[in-house]
Each structure stands twice: as structure tokens, then as C-alpha cells.
């Protein structure tokens, strides 16, 4: 039942910004753990951000203070808004959701592991 597909994604140079939003169904905002991942070619999927349910948020370190996760609980839509990108920030965004109660407790951890529904992908490529 759960729907979840990214769109916004494309070329940009350094420097720029993307904003990469989430349309979901199925899922419920004020519960569930909200993340955002990405992969690029011969590399493992990485936690990129999170939002629990209440709107704690937690950042990879390699994109502190340059993304920022959020969430609009009436439109059922998830964001990644990302400034100052980078060439290493090249690769594919999903978007991912778990439904496991207490995410409070875990959501931070960006686990990929914990997340059973993903998105289809959009891809981001920055160029220097």
C-alpha cells in the first residue's frame, strides 16, 4: 500500500541547489521514520537525512549545515532541500519510509536496514 515516489533531480553545477521532494501514500508523517538515502555507481546506498514522526532530524556528517529534511504532514510530501552541492554529492536519491513504532528512538541511526519501503529514485549529478 505504500507509494513513494521522488522527483526534482537533474544537473546542476557547484555551488547550486536541488530541491527533491517525496510524494507518499500510505505512510503516516506523525509516526513513522522518514529518510533520505543515496548511491552512487560501485558504492553502498548511505544515509543522507532523517525526520522521526515529531520532526527530529539528524544529517549524515558529510552534509551537515548543507541539507536540510522536512516534511509538510498535509500534503503527505517529504523534501531534501540541498544547497552548496558538490561533485562527490553525485548520485541517486531515494527516499525511504519505516512504519516500526518508537522511531525516536532509532530514526537518527539511518539505518538502511530498518527501512522496508523505498522510492524509484531520481538521479542528482553535480558538476565542478
Known amino acids: 500500500q505504500v507509494q513513494l515516489v521522488e522527483s526534482g533531480g537533474g544537473s546542476v553545477q557547484a555551488g547550486g541547489s536541488l530541491r527533491l521532494p517525496c510524494a507518499a501514500s500510505?505512510?503516516?508523517?506523525?509516526?513513522?521514520?522518514m529518510g533520505w538515502f543515496r548511491q552512487a555507481p560501485g558504492k553502498e546506498r548511505e544515509g543522507v537525512a532523517a525526520i522521526d514522526g515529531v520532526g527530529s532530524t539528524s544529517y549524515a556528517d558529510s552534509v551537515k549545515g548543507r541539507f536540510t529534511i522536512s516534511k509538510d504532514n498535509a500534503k503527505n510530501t517529504l523534501y531534501l532541500q540541498m544547497n552548496s552541492l558538490k561533485p562527490e554529492d553525485t548520485a541517486t536519491y531515494y527516499c525511504a519510509a519505516s512504519r516500526r513504532l518508537y522511531s525516536d528512538y532509532w530514526c537518527a541511526g539511518q539505518d538502511v536496514n530498518t527501512f522496508a519501503e523505498w522510492g524509484q529514485g531520481t538521479l542528482v549529478t553535480v558538476s565542478s
Open positions: 500510505g505512510v503516516q508523517f506523525s509516526r513513522d521514520c
